[in-house]
């Protein structure tokens, strides 16, 4: 099965249509496109996407509807389909100032719309654009969420978030959540990443998700957390209240901690089972997102290049959870950044690791070789990782049950081979490299 998703993120429709052939052929099984909903056309920066206007049109920097009609056509228009998926934003509107700031679209929207109804008619998802979406009772009017309150899950739901106008699940709301969703469905979307979840209620969640139309639908959320703390207070709720999945912070906090100085692989065996990943049914697993290297908080998180490229063998490698890869396109503030995520997508690693994903896919994981600094596990019969994160070189030497003997396996980052042979078998692993060996390659 192919479920690893691309984060396109930034890129204009024209652009995810020009690499689509590419992205099948690598093997991704879906793409995550930024908000669709109408922000500044000319707004470039990515944080427009996040700001949307008005629910009733598809139009921003990226392309029309049009555009995604022809995207969501192409991804599904011959096997194997690549399922589209769309970041979605409930929790506020555009911060913009103006006098009827907390009204939208607002009167200015309103009379362009007025002005240029062939090309807001061409762009409309749903509804009368002739009229307003939302007024100031549709909004949270209790201020900002101060330093003191992100650990307070009711601040955090009910406030402004960096000055967003924040909205309330009143009826409205509701109603215009609810259609818009329902339109989405209709031009063929295949599933949905919420932003900034934890600040949602669980009223505007179900609202939204918990329909028959709309459940089988590939649903996930960001539910960001930074500490136990965090999780106890904005992650467990979440998984009890909701059926959806959510990105697994739990284990990327273990991934950050195993591969950094001091820390150890073991962590990695089995981390659900001590509580640091979430549940495989639930998960979307991670080691670089938006966030990280766009916001200056978050930018510790990063981890280190070769750290970043084992972790993904970690992520595409194991059993469980949906893997996420983030490709931008330079948009990092930071120089260090330029060309680290831009076609990491389709690099010859990171290509060899979804290949491997997808054909290990429901395979069952055995750990063969756990250390502080080495990993070694099977795939089922077909498949075996080996992570060393030493600065040494590592000879390892495992039991070869349960792996097809004799066989002929090739690692596909390097492209080496060998006969699997005997009960035990030997395994030089160069320092701060993995290797994923797949038989019948």
Known sequence: MRDVILHAFNWTYADILANLESIREVGYGAILIPPPLYSDPAGAPWWQRYQPKDYRVLLSHLGGKRDLEALIAACH?????????????????????????????????????????????????????????????????????????WSDRQAVQLQ?????????????????????????????????????????TERMIDNIADRPRVRDLFWFGEVLTGSEHDERVFLGPFLRETWISAYDFPLFSTIREAFGPGGSLRALACPECEGNALPWDRAVTFVVNHDIPHNDVFR?????????????????????????IYADLDESPHEADRGR?????????????????????????????????????????????????????????????????????????????????????????????????????
């Open 77 to 149: 228009s011959r096997e194997p389909q690549v399922r589209v998926y769309a970041d979605l934003v409930l929790n506020h509107m555009a911060n913009e100032a103006r006098d009827d700031r907390y009204d939208f679209p607002g009167r200015a929207e309103l009379e362009r719309y007025r002005r240029q109804p062939a090309l807001y008619e061409e762009n409309r998802l749903y509804g009368d654009l002739a009229t307003g979406l939302f007024t100031a009772g549709d909004f949270n009017q209790a201020g900002e969420i101060e330093a003191g309150e």
């Open 160 to 200: 402004n978030l960096s000055g967003l106008p924040d909205l309330r699940d009143s009826e409205r709301v509701l109603q215009q959540q609810h259609q818009m969703v329902e339109a989405l469905v209709g031009m063929g979307f295949d599933g949905f990443r919420v932003d900034a979840i934890k600040h949602v």
């Open 300 to 324: 510790q998180w990063l981890l280190d290049r070769q750290d970043e490229h084992l972790a993904h063998a970690y992520i595409l490698g194991r059993d469980g959870g949906v893997p996420l």
């Open 341 to 441: 995520w831009r076609d990491a997508w389709k690099r010859p690693d990171l290509a060899a690791m979804v290949r491997f994903h997808n054909a290990v896919h429901g395979l069952p994981m055995v750990m063969l070789q756990v250390t502080d600094t080495l990993l070694v596990f099977r795939r089922g019969e077909r498949g075996l990782v080996a992570i060393n994160k030493a600065a040494d070189d590592q000879w390892t030497e495992f039991g070869t049950w349960g792996l097809r003997n004799p066989g002929a396996f090739r690692d596909l980052i390097h492209g080496h081979e060998l006969q699997m042979t005997g009960e035990r078998f030997g395994l030089f692993v160069p320092a701060r490299t993995c290797q994923m060996w797949l038989a019948g390659a």
